[in-house]
């Protein structure tokens, strides 16, 4: 009889144990509910001030306009001596070594200065600036009968006035001319 009772109690002992675990999550759940109603702890507050007024124009009635000024005045207009001159004193006529680049994307574009070196490098390029429709960029140009110069050397491509400062560091540029393309910087 002892070997009957023995697999009876054993099932008896298990099923209270496992209604114990049981009854113990439940425990565990409805303590863990309890504590995730509780209030909102506020850990910081930046100025107490609303935010609906950073939303007036967001919000606003699609069908109102505002009301614009009568005396508003177009900007006047400018020339391109209003951008002379331009100086980068970080970039010098010279030679530069050519070396590869990995810009995707980036269309070709060329340096030049007004300086005998930019003019002949120019004459000397002019077809292949062509054939790459590349935009010149003159870092250094005193005034606009300068720039005029240098845009009848290349007749037909782009060449804009702009300070070379950036540029110079980015690509650690130190001479010119260069042309700069997708693949490397070369002279």
Do not use: C
Request: proline share 10%; no cysteine.
């Amino acid at each position: 009889m002892t070997r009957i009772l023995n697999p009876f109690l054993t099932g008896l002992i298990f099923s209270k144990l496992l209604i114990g675990f049981l009854l113990l999550g439940f425990a565990g759940l409805l303590i863990s509910t309890t504590f995730a109603e509780a209030s909102l702890t506020i850990v910081g507050d930046l100025g107490g001030q609303p935010t609906a007024p950073l939303f007036d124009a967001v919000n606003a009635d699609a069908g109102k306009q505002d009301e614009v000024p009568e005396n508003l005045q177009p900007p006047a207009s400018l020339s391109i001596s209003d951008m002379l001159p331009v100086s980068t004193p970080e970039m010098t006529p010279g030679q530069l070594a050519s070396r590869p680049l990995n810009l995707p994307g980036m269309p070709p574009v060329f340096v030049v200065g007004d300086d005998p070196l930019s003019h002949s490098w120019l004459a000397q390029h002019v077809a292949e600036l062509r054939q790459q429709n590349a935009t010149g960029m003159v870092i250094n140009v005193h005034d606009e009968p300068a720039l005029t110069t240098l845009r009848q050397l290349v007749p037909g491509v782009e060449m804009v006035p702009v300070r070379g400062s950036d540029l110079s560091h980015r690509l650690n540029l130190t001479h010119y001319p260069a042309l700069i393309t997708a693949t490397g910087i070369s002279q």
